[in-house]
C-alpha cells in the first residue's frame, strides 16, 4: 500500500523559514517524479512546486520562485521542501504526492504551515 | 499560471447527472491531453477520479467520465449519488508546470 506522511508543519514568523518532509512506502519512491501542492484556509488546490526521479530536474509555480526549494533524498525515501521568506499568503496545507504520469494518484494527509507574528 | 476557471458550485437530485466545466488556455488545457480531476471531501486529501482527459482509475465508478474540447475539460458525474458530494478540482499539465482550477462544490439536493 502506497503511504505518503508529510511531517515538520507548525507556525512561523513572517520572513521565517521552514523545512517540511514527506516519508514515502509502498512503492519504488526513486521511479517517481514528486511534487507538492498547497492549500490555503477555505481556498483551492495550488501546485507548488516538482522534482524528477534523480533530482536533477526542479519546478516551481512562479510566487515560491526564489524563496522555496524542492529536494529529496532517494536513499531514505524522503521528499522535502524548503521554504525562505515566509509570507502570510504561504499559509496552508502542504501535501506531497506522487506522480503517476501526468496526474497525481496518491496523497499524502497533509502538513499545515502557519505564517503569522 | 493563472487558475483553470471552473463553476464554483454544481447541484442536482440524486440519479440525475452534472457536468463540471474546466476552462484553460491552448498552453494547458488545449495543448495537452492531460486533464485530471481530483475529488476533495471535507478534511481529507484529495483523491484522483480521471486522468488524461478520459481515463478512471481502478475503484472510481463507471457514473466518473471526462471530456475535452478545445480549451475546456468538463467532468460528468451520471446517476449522482449521496456521497458524490465533495469539492472536485481540475488539474492540467501545462509544459513543466501544472495548474489547478478553482475548485466546484457539487451539492446532492
Known amino acids: 500500500e502506497v503511504q505518503l506522511v508529510e511531517s515538520g508543519g507548525g507556525l512561523v514568523q513572517p520572513g521565517g523559514s521552514l523545512r517540511i518532509s514527506c516519508t514515502a512506502s509502498?512503492?519504488?519512491?526513486?521511479?517517481?517524479?514528486m511534487t507538492w501542492v498547497r492549500q490555503a484556509p477555505g481556498k483551492g488546490l495550488e501546485w507548488v512546486a516538482n522534482i524528477k526521479q534523480d533530482g536533477t530536474k526542479k519546478n516551481y509555480v512562479d510566487s515560491v520562485k526564489g524563496r522555496f526549494t524542492i529536494s529529496r533524498d532517494n536513499a531514505r525515501n524522503s521528499l522535502f521542501l524548503q521554504m525562505n521568506s515566509l509570507r502570510g499568503d504561504d499559509t496552508a496545507v502542504y501535501y506531497c504526492?506522487?506522480?503517476?504520469?501526468?496526474?497525481?494518484?496518491?496523497w499524502g494527509q497533509g502538513t499545515l504551515v502557519t505564517v503569522s507574528s | 499560471q493563472s487558475a483553470l476557471t471552473q463553476p464554483r458550485s454544481v447541484s442536482g437530485s440524486p440519479g440525475q447527472s452534472v457536468t463540471i466545466s474546466c476552462t484553460g488556455t491552448s498552453s494547458d488545457v488545449g495543448g495537452y491531453d492531460s486533464v485530471s480531476w481530483y475529488q476533495q471531501c471535507p478534511g481529507k486529501a484529495p483523491k484522483l477520479m480521471i486522468y488524461?482527459?478520459?481515463k478512471r482509475p481502478s475503484g472510481v465508478p463507471d457514473r466518473f467520465s471526462g471530456s475535452k474540447s478545445g480549451n475546456t475539460a468538463s467532468l460528468t458525474i451520471s446517476g449522482l449519488q449521496a456521497e458524490d458530494e465533495a469539492d472536485y478540482y481540475c488539474c492540467s499539465y501545462a509544459g513543466n508546470n501544472y495548474v489547478f482550477g478553482t475548485g466546484t462544490e457539487v451539492g446532492v439536493l
Open positions: 504526492a506522487r506522480y503517476g504520469g501526468y496526474y497525481l494518484d496518491d
Open positions: 509502498g512503492f519504488t519512491f526513486y521511479n517517481y517524479w
Open positions: 488524461d482527459v478520459t
